[in-house]
């Protein structure tokens, strides 16, 4: 074996076995986000990395649970639970009020951007939390974190991330017309075959489709900069010199997306996109008889033979044998789990993605929706049935079931792949495409085709400009000749 | 443990495990080209599949070598080795007499047109050996092939899967202005910072290198639209329906990209592209002493230190501990087994995509170049000197050699998964994007533009007419008033 064999080996020892245990920080995050970034960390402990977390005072879903890899640095903010709280329930109040089509859209916009700015505030006040609290910030700076995890759609991680002077990563599910990643990840979205996040539409579109979903795209494009613009003033003065969040995201090593190709219609990326939707789930474990989850007061009318609970195993719930089928509002780590243990949905989509989620689901043939504002029980009864009697529901959710298992490395582990990659080499600049030191109109090329138009706008003028003079010319000497 | 566990569990190991065996038809190529897929075909037999190469009985480089699993189907064609010799030759001296520049292009085309006249003549006999021989046809559609695995530079493979009803897969390094990625692939390719192949340029380009992008992009794209058409033809005859050679490349499942990030500049791709470079690689055997290959007469002037061989496993000398430099003409085969050994490399470029692959190495530092038309010894030993003497070289080539082994799955390990999924799924119809149902104009979404455009436009004109009514009527009223 010679030296350089054995320098191999080692290069691949320490990458196969690196459990020397790095420090890695989270940026907190809301809801279902954190639910999904939640294995992620236990993974990272599993393979000895110390996490932190930072919690504002005022989280609602992030529960503080300590051991030795894992530390909760709680902050405080000036509101409360109640306040996240007050802001979920208003979102998911307004967009089921207002489900956007492109006829409702203005109103919805107008109802959304009434939400957005709380969701703005409570968000401010949790990066100040941070960014302002000097004793915290020496900490995080003693602590020598290698990375930072964060989901863009709670701001500030990045910045901190920079502050700290440490590569930074994302974890996301989409954003409105896939702003940030087209944007700011510089991802290419042709309108022609990739239907626009929130529209509802498939890869298959008829020339109606089509249109619907070139205005769809750019509805959202102008919702979303209005929307968020506010930020680009917030991440100047943080930075200390003039740039905007599309800016500071673009400076992300790695952008894990929460889907695969098994629910996403196959589409353009970057290499550093990865796709590891699903890495939530896992093998079922046993459940109690029957089960119902429901958190508020029992109905009077309620039968003998339902059981109401505050929380379910809903991954286990799936993975259960004589699980049938799942009604599900459409959230994405819902529909993978019924993906991963092959169960067919009925969709009672609610807000943001779900119903543009269903409408995947029933493309693949793997799910039947039916309107929550709208149905009845026998709505939901029919709906039940026929994912439960046509045959071709479980197919073809077996079909997908079969996609996602038959992948050369689990979604959890690429996560955690790429998370480690990023520590092992300070960053992954060599994924990071060139388009980022480009402005619009050099990415489109619009400067080149520019001066290419002017040269030959140039060639035609000056070709006529001979052409009239020589006519002129010759012309005259004809009809000189000609007098003569 | 669940039945759905069990059933899960089950389908995991089926998927792990499959070693029961399948059988893959491969189409014949030439050159590095073949070097690089024996490889694939070496690890496909490894795991218990059985492997067919059609050879033509020309060929010049597969030299049929016998086993249980792999068997060579050779067929008659009416030329010999020499005549495919000749074509190698023709195209190597037709590209260092005039290697191509956006000034020398037309002669270089000219050029190279008339040796391609004689690579189609060549690679017609071979399709029409197969395509025409039925008695071999039967035979093949009898022996059950699951998969076909073809380099599209030959072509004809994807009519034979066709023919045969079985899915096909590419592996391919290029095609001029990636053409055949773009326009049958449906990859996009932005010139604004993804740069050309053989423009040797890179993704760092100024105003004038983006127009030189911008053109050597459409000239390259003319250059292998006209060179290659004459082969929608004979792909509509044999496929008996009109069609073009595009049209049935974008029916490939998978493209094995014979080139990884390491090496490429990071650009936007689809998910049934698998970037799979230096698949080749592996660590180094011991080797005899001194090394020297040469293939001809023994020069008179050569010293006793100097030893000839006509082949040397240049993995193996790569990977010696003495090795400290590579001169090579800059092949991608070659150029990844210095990554993969971490070795920097003078490049002497002397066709095809050589000369761009050099300029890959010396952007990122690994490589200096010299001309091998104008070159003294003094211009190799100063090369020589630089990338040894100069610790920057090893350095940015260790980089590239961590980025290379630090991969989720090695190179050939996602080949031979890949062309697996298609085997086990029967193609891989989730990772085809909707863009090949479409027109070229729907793709670039130009009837949906001139549609909106034309409303726009109705909608001024409607407006103006209106405008100017008004104006008229309240104008001629208001001076009726004034004369009243």
Known sequence: MSINNILLLALQISILGNTLGGNVLIWPMEGSHWLNVKMIIDELIKKEHNVTVLVASGALFITPTYNSSLTFEIYKV?????????????????????????STIWKFYQEIAKVMEDFHMVSREICDGVLKNQKLMEKLKKSKFEVLLSDPVFPCGDIVALKL?????YSLRFSPASTVEKHCGKIPYPPSYVPAILSELTDQMSFTDRIRNFISYHLQDYMFDTLWKSWDSYYSKALGRP????????????WLMRTYWD???????????EFVGGLHCKPAQPLPKILWRYKGKKPATLGANTRLYDWIPQNDLLGHPKAKAF???GGTNGIYEAIYHGIPMV???MFADQADNIVHMKAKGAAVEVNINTMTSADLLNALRTVINEPSYKENVMRLSRIHHDQPVKPLDRAVFWIEFVMRHKGAKHLRSAAHNLTWFQYHSLDVIGF???CVATVIFLVTKCCLFSCRKFGKTGKKKKRE
């Open 78 to 102: 000036p509101f409360g639970k109640e306040k996240i709280e007050g802001v979920i329930k208003d979102f998911v109040l307004a967009w089921m009020e207002n489900r956007p089509s492109i």
């Open 327 to 329: 009604i599900t509002h």
């Open 243 to 254: 740039t905007t969040l599309c800016e500071t995201m673009g400076k992300a090593e790695i």
């Open 452 to 454: 290419l138009l002017a």
């Open 263 to 273: 629910f996403e219609f196959p589409r353009p990326y970057l290499p550093n996109f």
């Open 347 to 349: 969709g009672v989509p």
């Open 165 to 169: 002077g440490i590569p930074f990563m």
